[in-house]
Antibody, heavy 119, light 111 residues
Framework: EVQLVESGGGLVQPGGSLRLSCAAS????????MSWVRQAPGKGLEWVAN????????YYVDSVKGRFTISRDNAKNSLYLQMNSLRAEDTAVYYC????????????WGQGTMVTVSS | QSALTQPASVSGSPGQSITISCTGT?????????VSWYQQHPGKAPKLMIY???KRPSGVSNRFSGSKSGNTASLTISGLQAEDEADYYC???????????FGGGTKLTVL
């Protein structure tokens, strides 16, 4: 079964750090671009970052540039999001998602992990 | 404020057809045939329904169809069913600087 499972979310104080993980199974992880997409409580979806199959290209939404770092370990079939200098507005459910081909669509999603930034 | 504009809500009766619009600009929807649509039920992860404007992934009902005209993309659901009640989001490639933008979402109510 094709599956993505996120972990690492939780409560963190403003200015703090958190590292999210996403474990992939059921497909050849190293063959796909991967993304993080977030959804603030009661709000819409927001693309956060993505990474090329070999990790050589990474892109970020402006609001997280310089604070978040996306990475991957193809040997462990895992995707990561290192989040530093967290702000209240980063509070959201964070989903990892697979990008098939070059269509900038997301065909497989994890169940999400909640990140709450609050003092 | 989301980059792509969707109506906040639409409604329809079982068996009817509805269309959800997604308005962007010449920098995103208007320039690329890379619009996708997602269905999200409460508390669940989004599900891909349409990609590349009008293509359906395997397993998605042919009651769902997509189209585009100029800067506006549309999702049409025909033969509405109770299980179609959900939030729907459009998404578009927006160039190498911005990359990907979503719409604000549309809540579909099946009356």
């Amino acid at each position: 079964e094709v599956q993505l499972v996120e972990s690492g979310g939780g409560l963190v104080q403003p200015g703090g750090s958190l590292r999210l993980s996403c474990a992939a199974s059921g497909f050849t992880f190293s063959s796909y671009w991967m993304s993080w997409v977030r959804q603030a409580p009661g709000k819409g979806l927001e693309w956060v970052a993505n990474i090329k199959q070999d990790g050589s290209e990474k892109y970020y939404v402006d609001s997280v540039k310089g604070r978040f770092t996306i990475s991957r370990d193809n040997a462990k079939n895992s995707l990561y999001l290192q989040m530093n200098s967290l702000r209240a507005e980063d509070t959201a459910v964070y989903y990892c998602a697979r990008e098939p081909g070059i269509s900038y669509a997301f065909d497989i999603w994890g169940q999400g992990t909640m990140v709450t930034v609050s003092s | 404020q989301s980059a792509l504009t969707q109506p906040a809500s639409v409604s329809g009766s079982p068996g009817q057809s509805i269309t959800i619009s997604c308005t962007g600009t010449s920098s995103d929807v208007g320039s690329y045939n890379l619009v996708s649509w997602y269905q999200q039920h409460p508390g669940k992860a989004p599900k891909l329904m349409i990609y590349e404007v009008s293509k359906r992934p395997s397993g998605v009902s042919n009651r769902f169809s997509g189209s585009k005209s100029g800067n506006t993309a549309s999702l049409t659901i025909s033969g509405l069913q109770a299980e179609d009640e959900a939030d729907y989001y459009c998404c578009s490639y927006a160039g190498s600087s911005t990359l990907v933008v979503f719409g604000g979402g549309t809540k579909l109510t099946v009356l």
